[in-house]
């Protein structure tokens, strides 16, 4: 059954975005940038892996010519947790106070930094800020300080949005915090530094690009949801014309570079066809919102057993967030195409603009993702990263906990739906 529309629908989006820097050599220039603000000491947050390419160190080095001190912290913890991120706001807090935070690197070490920024100028604890139910929910009482994002993967969009995603380790649950004073207020895309980028990481992270791009354009339309008071608005509205826009434009960057990228990471043209992707389906979903395959990653990532992705940390098991979302998107949309069939079938026309099409026009967006993925090297499912029939009512579980973004589905959902999503993702062809 389709989403309803309420006796008073709303009439209003909201659309929201940092201050972008796009180009090779942009990354040369945040000293610059952050003078302009009067900042004089600065924590450049990032991971080891990141850190031993050197970047995050220059990027520090150069900032000294402008006045400022800048440390670097390189204990980001790829997929972050509520231990790693409470570990790095001591950090933050111990060598503090800090004018402002570059997180450089990808989705962890941004959303790493925006907890620091957070819990460096804002009483409370981690969980306080969690969303509901599995935390407070509650909303920063203070400005936060300058952020600079600088991704060196494309795929998260966390550079443009207003989300910081973490696992809560004992709950074995990924969840995240969600409030528009943690956008950064200066995206900073250099397509030079995705240049090293292993081809697993640039097929794992590719695919959260895709689905942000994907979950946007056929979330439910921001004037099918209830009339919000203005205190009550949040950052994901509701599929709206600015989203949609650039939805449209990232499908049409991956349909060109996206295998390119996987297949010759040293191809330039293809590395900046998906940093401009990532970039724009973050100013997309950041404010749209996302929905199924996201709430299903969550717990396909916060369970993991014993699966060791290419291209990532060796020492430890884990499914990599983008991975994660691809895994279930074929039969999400399979379930959600009859709320908007136009919606997905532009999508497919976008995505994959020679394909040949199935017969059943409900097949089209999932075929064309599903080649794709293998194309790419994608697991089959959630069986090729270790789960089965067993653990199903484990993820539906932690699906249903994500009603955030299950709110942004184009039809209501429930158990047995994401039951029935699971069972067929088992595998995928």
């Not at 900042?39 to 080891?48: E, F, G, K, N, S």
Request: charged residues 20%; glycine residues 8%; proline residues 9%.
């Amino acid at each position: 059954m389709n989403n309803t529309v309420p006796a008073r629908p709303e009439s209003v989006f909201t659309y929201g975005a940092p201050a972008l820097k796009f180009g090779p050599g942009a990354s040369d220039e945040i000293g610059f940038d952050l003078s302009q603000h009067g900042v004089r000491r600065v924590l450049v947050i990032t991971d080891a892996g990141v850190a031993a390419t050197g970047a995050p160190h220059r990027i520090a080095e150069r900032m000294t010519a402008f006045g400022i001190e800048a440390r670097v912290f390189d204990d980001v913890h790829v997929e972050p947790t509520d231990i790693s991120l409470r570990e790095a706001v001591d950090h933050a807090r111990a060598s503090g106070p800090w004018d402002a935070f570059v997180a450089v690197g990808g989705g962890s070490s941004i959303d790493t930094a925006k907890a620091v920024n957070l819990l460096s100028t804002n009483p409370g604890t981690l969980m306080d800020y969690v969303n509901a139910p599995v935390g407070r929910a509650l909303a920063p009482e203070n400005p936060l300080k300058p952020l600079v994002a600088v991704p060196t993967t494309t795929g998260t969009g966390s550079e443009s949005t207003t989300i910081c995603v973490l696992d809560v380790l004992e709950l074995k649950v990924k969840t995240g915090i969600s409030h528009a004073r943690l956008r950064p207020t200066l995206a900073v895309i250099d397509p030079d530094l995705t240049l090293t980028l292993p081809a697993g990481v640039t097929a794992a992270s590719g695919m959260d690009i895709l689905c942000h791009a994907l979950e946007s354009y056929t979330a439910r339309p921001y004037d099918t949801l209830p009339r919000k008071h203005p205190e009550q608005r949040v950052p994901y509205c509701g599929a709206n014309p600015i989203s949609d826009a650039w939805s449209e434009r990232a499908l049409h960057l991956l349909a060109r570079s996206f295998r390119t990228a996987v297949r010759d990471g040293d191809d330039p043209g293809a590395r900046s066809d998906m940093a401009l992707a990532a970039t724009f389906a973050g100013l997309g979903f950041g404010n749209a919102g996302v929905h199924i395959p996201h709430a299903n990653a969550y717990p396909i990532a916060g369970r993991v057993k014993d699966f060791h992705p290419e291209g990532y940390p060796a020492h430890e098991p884990m499914v990599p967030h983008g991975m994660a979302v691809s895994l279930t998107a074929p039969e999400a949309f399979r379930f959600t195409f009859n709320a908007q069939p136009e919606r997905h079938l532009r999508a497919a026309e976008l995505l994959a603009p020679g394909m040949d099409r199935p017969a059943d026009p409900a097949e089209v967006l999932p075929t064309a993702i599903q080649e794709l993925m293998r194309d790419i090297g994608m697991p089959d499912g959630i069986g090729g990263v270790g789960y089965d029939r067993g653990d199903i009512p484990a993820l539906v579980d932690g699906a249903m906990k994500q009603q955030r973004l299950l709110a942004t589905a184009p039809r209501e959902v429930t158990e047995d739906d994401l039951a029935g999503i699971f069972d067929r993702s088992l595998s995928l062809w």
